[in-house]
């Protein structure tokens, strides 16, 4: 498996073996996708061109392919795929107990409930994953390849054809094996002003980091973040949100927004809020206010609040425990935590017109 060969394949000239390698990359993509046994055929041919190991070859394959892939909308398909593919390899010699550290490595990094510590039998220091191996097979190998992902993503890929070109190809290929149901999130009329809003029509996951903040708590990180971001568009943009329909995401900066006297002042308004938190420090955050919502420091880029499945799954950044969902929460619609404000802004802007139509109904009526 990829894994064995990792350290040597570090030293590998990137571009050249794309050059080298590329059929045999998009043989082992539809290989992965269809099931398609010309990549078997493929693989032995150039093993036997280059002199190459065949394992080895096919490893080299896997590494390029997450590089490439991580840099696309479908690198998360792509573990799905591989790892049922590759699970069945491994679990031919995986024992029915491991040990706890080792099952740790996996479990820990799992977002699969059956791989709960608790759930199994442990006994002098290793588990018994007999009836789990096949979902614990499975986690291994996503978990190992997520984290190869995510450490390619970090690098910024050099502007060369032969990867704009393998790029272009691999995307046109999968757009159309990968269907993604896009839900449209809930929208407010842009007319409308989103100033003295009552709490209420906040998430809770907003109204529990608010909270904290005025307690004198200290929220982690990425909840002040998460706030920030999510308080600044509650207030100038609703609709605003991380990616478009085709899944690109939205690069913007507070000033696209709102004047700079208006984010100004937010800032200004922010900083009173913090200043309950334990550790504040306003010029410090004074700046992470400014970098998060891209105003004149930093990268000039609006830092988007997650999704609500981040919330859920934050791997460790504190969002998980202000996540609480309720009933509004569990709506269809309800994907994103702008997406509970907005639901209640129309539902508030429907009751009014309501009301209105029936003063006016009521009206008419007596002046008969």
Same mark, same amino acid.
Do not use: V
């Given at each position: 498996m &990829?894994?064995?060969? &990792?350290d040597e394949?570090? =030293?590998?000239d990137f571009f050249e073996s794309l050059k080298r390698y590329r059929n045999l990359i998009l043989s082992k993509l539809k290989y992965i996708y269809e099931k398609n046994k010309e990549y078997e055929e493929d693989l032995k041919n150039y093993? /036997?061109? #280059?002199? /190459? =190991?065949?394992?080895? /070859?096919d490893?080299?394959?896997d590494y390029l392919l997450i590089i490439l892939l991580s840099h696309t909308n479908y690198f998360n398909s792509f573990i799905k795929e591989y790892s049922e593919i590759k699970k069945n390899d491994l679990i031919k010699n995986l024992p029915d107990k491991i040990s706890v550290w080792e099952f740790i490595k996996t479990a820990s990094k799992s977002r699969n409930n059956d791989l709960h510590l608790e759930r199994l039998n442990l006994e002098r220091g290793y588990v018994n994953i007999r009836d789990v191996k096949d979902i614990y097979t499975r986690e291994f190998i996503r978990v190992e390849l997520k984290q190869l992902g995510e450490l390619s993503k970090k690098v910024k890929l050099p502007n060369e054809d032969i990867i704009k070109d393998l790029l272009k190809e691999i995307n046109d290929y999968l757009k159309d094996k990968v269907k993604y149901e896009y839900i449209e999130g809930i929208k407010v009329n842009n007319n409308i002003l989103c100033e003295n809003i009552p709490l209420e029509w906040h998430p809770p996951c907003i109204r529990g980091i608010l909270h904290d903040i005025l307690s004198?708590?200290?929220?982690s990180h990425y909840a002040r973040r998460s706030f920030v971001v999510y308080w600044f568009c509650a207030k100038f943009n609703p609709n605003l949100r991380p990616l478009d329909k085709d899944g690109n995401l939205i690069n913007v900066s507070a000033t696209d927004i709102t004047s700079e006297e208006n984010i100004e002042k937010f800032i200004d308004e922010v900083i009173e809020l913090f200043k309950n938190v334990e550790d504040f420090d306003e010029n410090k955050t004074r700046y992470y206010i400014m970098h998060n919502i891209g105003y004149k420091v930093g990268h000039g880029r609006f830092t988007h609040c997650e999704y609500c499945k981040n919330w859920k799954s934050d791997d460790g950044k504190g969002l998980s425990y202000y996540c609480k969902p309720d009933d509004?929460?569990?709506?269809?619609?309800i994907i994103h935590p702008l997406d509970? &404000?907005? #639901?209640?802004?129309?539902r508030h802007l429907k009751l009014k017109k309501s009301k209105s139509l029936i003063k006016k109904e009521d009206k008419n009526g007596n002046n008969k």
């Open positions: &990829l894994l064995e060969y &990792l394949f570090k =030293d590998i093993s /036997l061109c #280059y002199g /190459l =190991d065949k394992k080895k /070859l490893a080299l394959i004198g708590g200290s929220p509004i929460c569990k709506k269809r619609n509970y &404000l907005c #639901y209640n802004i129309n």
